[in-house]
């Protein structure tokens, strides 16, 4: 899921645990909690958040029994800390999080018994009318350099809004999906994506700083030469169904260094 803000809560425990050795092993007694980072940092009006796939995603809330067993969902709830953010969103079954009205922050913590998590916070965006390529996309890698800086490329794209009469703003905090469609096989062994900050393997990134963005790794194959490209399609989802522009195709050509074209 996402990556940039890393775990958002640690484990709680009872205080009182400290210096005592009876330890209840009741299962309908909570004895930690774990709310880890949301699926996104921002929702639709009228839509659920999504996480990974694009699908409604469960808001990641465990607790945990004096024998380390997962306690009942029954026993877990997870609630607004001050007017607005109650009034901003509703939870679903399979905790699932719905978005009710526009807020910039709804605050919210997760509860299990005497526990409390720390507070994370997500935005309740209005429906976007687009998505759209980024101006951050590279165009090109330079496949047989070492140079990482030209071997691999940052590509990505924005989530907007642009009513009548207004200029398009982005919506931060949405996730979006990218694959790979194709690449020049006679170029290329594989093709790669990872988090631009992680460095770790993803199929979607959140919308951050006005783009969703990922890097695309190429390898090659040995002795390869000419030119090729990859490409990828990056999707967007709203209230179940793509929204408008979606799949974004984006093109990255692959250069040998010293062509009339490359570096």
Known sequence: MG???GIAAALLTVAALAGCTDVSTDPAIPLSLQFDSLPALAVVVGDTMRGDSLTPARIPVRAFDGNGGAVSDSLLRVLGIDPSSVQSFRLIP???IVGLREAAAVRIVAQAGALQSQTQTFAVVPPPTG????TTVNDSIIYDRPDTSLRFADVGVNVIRQVPDSAAITLNGLRVRFAVDSFSRTILDSVR???TGTGRPTRSAVVSGGAATVRLKAYARQGATG???VRLLVSHVTRGAPSAGSPVT???RLLPFGSSTGR
């Open 227 to 229: 030119t090729g490209v």
């Open 94 to 96: 399979g905790f699932r």
């Open 131 to 134: 998505i759209v390529r980024s």
């Open 193 to 195: 994506l990872v988090g």
């Open 3 to 5: 990556g940039r803000r």
């Open 250 to 252: 984006l093109s990255v």
